[in-house]
């Protein structure tokens, strides 16, 4: 993370000064030297880091430059908006992705089966921004169902506002959620597609149907746990990716989430914003791995012990 | 009888029909760019000032075409070379129902640079020395010389209450106070309800605003950034009215009955700008070698490019008709805009024959850098443009990139010709003349944005005559004559002026835009 920060200070030091972009194209030179002085960009380099770190070891992250608010309050303020979007669109897409998989590669001549496979390329292949946009213009425009864009109503737990509380807020969520959803929708299906192809040819289910275990009984006990390891890993992964990188999705739905946060924070060179978010995120990353480590164990107890 | 009837009940349904227009009492607006805070000295951003005018009033009003106009004050007058008076409205009263006077525009004046944000709005105050209050609704303004255009500047000068205000006007504890609606006391149309950054602006009305009662019970102002999703949120009816509509939909919402469009020129021009040192750093010639002498520096070759660039074209192709033909670098009608400027033509064939005569019969190579995002259409231009020049010989290669890599390179002149959209904010030349024209002079407060190198001493002595002359017939003059002479020397190229387009439902609303882009509710009214 002290690499991540370096990286994303220099990075940004690289393009240019932050304020050149926000300071008026007509301010005099004394405005524009009190404006950096103000900022401490008049500082090197090196001291501005050393700040930065100093600030950060006592948990201040700073202030944006955008909005004068402090960092940590602004990511916070965003972050259920992103949170349950994110799960509701990773959840979805695993709890329905892994049975439509599971049973792809059960009956892999059936035409069903073909059909599901279908979508799963689409759902690869096929932009998430125009996805999102042919949502919008069938769902909410044409024949107005769903509300186009915004969070809807919220529900105050814990000091944050929840959408998924009400029903305002669900219907809100609707639309963006699947959108998000359907690339990790494609990613489980494949996923259990194969999984569950190879395992069918094994000895694991011969013996078991020969020891008369029903189908279903088989395919729930047996195939589901053996294919479960790769399908935990992309799900953690996805739902980090998802969390940190909902970008398109919520610049079209106007989710006002982290995605548009840092995507906005970028436009503008808000410098404190995207150094925090960016070592947020790594952080979100290593703990989802590690959650994903110990759920190995859980699952295939020989990953215990001597390998672990 | 039956007639009677039949009178009785179309005028019982007429009632009805107006008595759920009354009900129909706010106003949502899906808007691109919000505030970025509720300190109106934070930012000097146009988005920003569009959501403050909601809450605040400035000291002197800008109208629907960005002229002057009484706002918080009702006159002013220069009573020497450095000094203004202007006297305050009188019965004026804060949303909290405490007194406007002379003290909280004081009180404004100095508290912008504690609170500014790097966006800043010292720019606005820049001349003033001094505040002297002389009586309750009278104040003179000291400034550090003749500075004709003060009430210009004040346009966007938001008085907040120095009551309210007190305890929130430092670095850290203004957005506090502000954001949180303890500080956010104005006099404006409507008072502050909720915002969230990036989010919903909520307002509900001042029942005593000095203008008299607004038309809409409560304004929401949603922040909906993506031009698709603005509009859709129009048409799935989850807002009344949309800004910043882009060109391809704007097409596509002529032939669309629901839907009416309102559409205005804007300030922005777009310019080509090319460098006038004497060795820069992107004019190659033929094999890819940068030229010892920038070529750039010729009239002839100056004259070339701009005869290369089809303006008609631009417009219909390019902008799909939202936008006018460019001759000087301001909108036409601004106060210091000329009618007697260059007339803009387009001969490729003279162009390639200037070309040669200044010593290029095969052409050159250059880079050609823009904005990409900033503005509606400057990417598309920046590639018109990259084809018009190649036409004529000059080999361009077009780079359209975001904002935030073109202007700190930009500042630090990696550039060689390059283009991107000015708006005169304030309506009047010494705004961006002065800042992009005059040589680059920090001590005269000049030429601040002039990133060409262009010097004309003819120039520069025009402009600072007019930014001391308080005589607003002659300096106009002046500043006609500096615009002309600019165009006659093709450093700053105009292309287009832009136009801004709203879109509404049908029948619904009346409104008149705005030059200045702002979409204020207070100004717009319930069409039945």
Redesign the interface.
């Known amino acids: 993370m002290l690499v991540m920060s370096v990286i994303v200070f220099v990075g940004v030091y690289a393009?240019?000064?932050?304020?050149?972009?926000?300071?008026?194209?007509?301010?005099?030179?004394?405005?524009?030297d009190?404006?950096i002085a103000?900022?401490g960009l008049d500082q090197p380099l090196w001291r501005q880091y050393l700040t930065f770190l100093v600030n950060v070891l006592q948990g201040d992250f700073g202030y944006s430059?955008?909005?004068?608010?402090p960092v940590l309050d602004?990511i916070l303020?965003r972050l259920p908006a992103t949170l349950e979007l994110a799960s509701f669109a990773v959840l979805g897409g695993a709890f329905i992705g892994v049975p439509l998989g599971v049973y792809a590669g059960y009956r892999p001549n059936a035409s069903s089966s073909k059909a599901i496979m279908g979508l799963s390329i689409l759902g690869f292949s096929v932009p998430s921004f125009w996805v999102g946009?042919i949502l919008?213009?069938t769902f909410?425009?044409s024949l107005?169902w769903l509300?186009?864009?915004?969070r809807g109503d919220t529900v105050e737990i814990f000091g944050v506002g929840w959408s998924f509380l009400t029903l305002n807020g669900l219907s809100h969520m609707l639309l963006p959620g699947v959108n998000l959803s359907l690339f990790t929708l494609a990613m489980m299906i494949r996923l259990a597609r194969a999984g569950t192809r190879e395992i069918m040819l094994t000895d694991t289910v011969k013996f078991g149907r020969a020891a008369g275990l029903s189908e279903s009984t088989i395919l729930l006990r047996h195939v589901l746990k053996l294919i479960s390891i790769p399908i935990v890993t992309v799900f953690g992964l996805e739902l980090g990716t998802t969390l940190a990188f909902a970008v398109v999705t919520e610049?079209?739905?106007?989710w006002?989430g982290l995605g548009?946060?840092i995507i906005?924070s970028?436009?503008?060179?808000d410098r404190p914003v995207m150094v925090a978010y960016l070592i947020l995120v790594a952080l979100l990353f290593v703990t989802i791995n590690l959650v994903i480590d110990l759920t190995y164990r859980l699952l295939d107890p020989r990953l215990g012990g001597r390998s672990a | 009888m039956l007639k009677n009837l039949i009178r009785m009940s179309v005028m019982a349904i007429g009632m009805m029909v107006m008595a759920a227009g009354a009900f129909a009492q706010t106003l949502t607006v899906g808007v691109r760019g919000g505030p970025?805070?509720m300190?109106p000295h934070?930012s000097?951003l146009g988005v920003h000032a569009d959501a403050m005018k909601h809450v605040f009033d400035t000291l002197v009003w800008s109208g629907d075409n960005l002229q002057v106009e009484p706002g918080l004050a009702e006159s002013w007058r220069p009573i020497d070379d450095t000094t203004w008076e202007f006297k305050l409205r009188k019965g004026v009263k804060f949303h909290d129902g405490s007194d406007f006077t002379a003290e909280d525009v004081k009180f404004s004046i100095e508290r912008i640079?504690e609170v500014?944000?790097?966006?800043?709005l010292?720019?606005y105050v820049?001349r003033v020395k001094d505040v002297e209050i002389i009586d309750d609704h009278t104040i003179h303004i000291k400034t550090d010389g003749p500075a004709a255009t003060l009430p210009n500047d004040f346009v966007r000068l938001f008085i907040v209450s120095s009551k309210a205000a007190k305890d929130y006007s430092t670095?850290e504890t203004?957005?506090?106070g502000f954001?949180s609606g303890k500080a956010t006391v104005g006099t404006g149309p409507y008072k502050y309800v909720s915002w969230?950054?990036?989010?919903?602006l909520v307002l509900e009305r001042n029942d005593d605003y000095w203008r008299g009662k607004g038309a809409w019970e409560k304004v929401v102002r949603?922040?909906?950034?993506?031009d698709?999703?603005?509009l859709?949120?129009l048409?799935?009816?989850?807002v009344d009215l949309v800004n910043y509509v882009s060109s391809a939909d704007w097409l596509t919402l002529q032939a669309d009955a629901d839907t009416e469009t309102y559409l205005a020129d804007s300030v922005y021009v777009m310019n080509l700008q090319l460098d006038q040192r004497e060795k820069t750093p992107q004019v190659y010639d033929l094999d890819g070698n940068v030229l010892e002498k920038n070529p750039l520096l010729d009239p002839k070759v100056r004259e070339a490019i701009d005869l290369a660039i089809d303006r008609d074209i631009m417009v219909e192709v390019v902008l799909e008709g939202l936008g006018r033909p460019a001759r000087q670098i301001m909108p036409e009608g601004f106060f210091g805009s000329s009618d007697n400027a260059l007339k803009r033509v387009h001969d490729p064939e003279k162009a390639k024959a200037l070309l040669a005569e200044a010593g290029f019969p095969n052409g050159f190579k250059m880079d050609l850098y823009c904005t990409s995002?900033r503005l509606p259409g400057d990417g598309a231009i920046c590639q018109g443009l990259g084809q018009m020049f190649a036409k004529v010989g000059i080999q361009t290669d077009v780079n359209a990139i975001?904002?935030?890599?073109y202007?700190?390179?930009q500042?630090?002149r990696e550039y060689s010709a390059f283009m991107n959209g000015?708006g005169t904010l304030t309506g009047e030349a010494s705004?961006t003349l002065?800042?992009l024209a005059h040589s680059n002079a920090?001590d005269l407060?000049?030429g601040?944005?002039n990133r060409t190198d262009y010097a004309n001493p003819e120039v520069d002595k025009l402009l600072q005559a007019a930014g001391k002359e308080l005589d607003e017939k002659t300096r106009r003059e002046l500043y006609e004559q500096a615009m002309e002479k600019i165009m006659m020397d093709r450093v700053y190229i105009p292309l287009v002026n832009l136009q801004a387009v709203w879109a509404g439902n049908k029948g619904e609303l009346n409104m008149v835009p705005r030059t200045d882009e702002d979409t204020l509710a207070f100004f717009i009214t319930p069409a039945k």
């Open positions: 393009i240019g000064n932050p304020l050149e972009v926000l300071i008026p194209p007509d301010a005099p030179q004394d405005v524009r009190f404006i103000r900022f430059f955008v909005y004068n608010i602004l303020s946009l919008i213009l909410a425009v107005g509300p186009a864009s915004g610049t079209i739905f106007s006002p548009k946060l906005d970028i436009t503008n060179l | 970025e805070s300190d934070y000097a640079p500014t944000g790097p966006t800043t010292m720019i820049r670095k203004a957005a506090e954001n969230e950054p990036k989010g919903d949603k922040e909906i950034p993506n698709s999703s603005r859709a949120a048409k799935a009816g989850q995002d975001t904002r935030s890599v202007f700190p390179a500042a630090k000015w705004y002065g800042s920090p407060k000049l601040a944005f």
